[in-house]
């Protein structure tokens, strides 16, 4: 019996995970018939079926599924491997594969990138921008070595490492209420139209928890995709939002016509951090930048 291939058994998961011949391929960067083919070869070398087709669907069957959980396991560890080789010698002078969320990539990337390239020329930082859940599983599957996300979030087999609050501010047209409110706090925004990012962004959770909100106590009547968006429909008086300081440090409210306040109590804020996987063998390389990370943002 011939041994399958690392490309083979990336093949079978990407079919796995995509239920579709053509998805998987483009996924895998190879055209439908390169990974059929690649497909058929693993199957005759192990001389089992492991992906059953017809005119609908693509599924595994139990053997395949095993196989394809197996081969996942695989797959990472190898992941590890080119990690550990790519971090090898003094910090800083291989490769790093980073997730971070839209939330924090535009406002916290730019000055950031350019003090780790000032300080470390070597040192090459690759960049994914999705949402939590997303990266999270591409971290999984051995695709990134690194996230840098809000905390907490749900994932198993991780280590996170807290890097600093950033803190909620209340942005609404100048001529609404809570603008000119003597004292602000968060329960004052119960029973306010508040816009916020659609479902899956972990900004969203986030901040109605800072605020000890639930759905139920405010009135949503729009979902945007971006903090661009929110600003703009929240300068045309449809409602109020809440703005990670990071972004408002970062002029994203620009020449809008609102004002941005502080809550004045303590722990209205989100906490961003680095995520990486338990058994990774970088552990001290992400530490070391998550503490370069802290220091640059205190500087």
Request: aromatic letters at 4%; glycine letters at 6%.
């Amino acid at each position: 019996m011939r041994q399958p291939t690392l490309k083979q058994l990336r093949y079978l998961c990407a079919v796995a995970e995509h239920q579709h011949f053509g998805h998987a391929a483009n996924a895998c960067h190879v055209s439908q018939s390169t990974l059929s083919a690649g497909i058929l070869e693993l199957e005759e070398s192990l001389g089992v079926s492991l992906v059953e087709r017809n005119n609908r669907k693509v599924f595994l069957t139990s053997l395949g599924e095993e196989v394809v959980t197996r081969a996942r396991d695989l797959l990472v560890s190898v992941e590890d491997i080119v990690s550990l080789c790519a971090g090898a010698g003094a910090p800083f002078q291989g490769k790093m594969r980073m997730g971070v969320i839209p939330t924090v990539a535009p406002y916290l990337l730019p000055e950031m990138l350019s003090q780790i390239r000032a300080r470390h020329p070597a040192f090459k930082l690759f960049i994914r921008e999705d949402l939590s859940q997303p990266l999270v599983d591409s971290l999984l599957a051995g695709e990134l070595d690194m996230l840098l996300l809000a905390l907490p979030f749900p994932a198993e087999q991780v280590e996170t490492m807290p890097l600093f609050d950033d803190e909620f501010l209340l942005a609404c047209a100048t001529s609404h209420p809570l603008a000119s409110r003597e004292t602000l706090r968060s329960a004052d925004l119960r029973g306010e139209s508040l816009l916020l990012l659609e479902e899956g962004h972990c900004l969203r959770d986030h901040a109605l928890e800072a605020c000890k909100l639930r759905d139920t106590q405010i009135s949503v009547p729009y979902q945007a995709t971006s903090l661009a968006t929110i600003v703009q429909m929240v300068a045309n008086e449809i409602g109020v939002t809440l703005l990670p300081r990071m972004a408002v440090d970062a002029n994203i409210v620009g020449a809008a016509p609102l004002t941005v306040r502080a809550f004045d109590q303590s722990n209205v804020t989100r906490q961003i951090g680095l995520m990486w996987r338990k058994k990774t063998p970088r552990r001290v390389e992400f530490r070391q930048l998550g503490e370069l990370i802290a220091g640059l943002l205190d500087a």
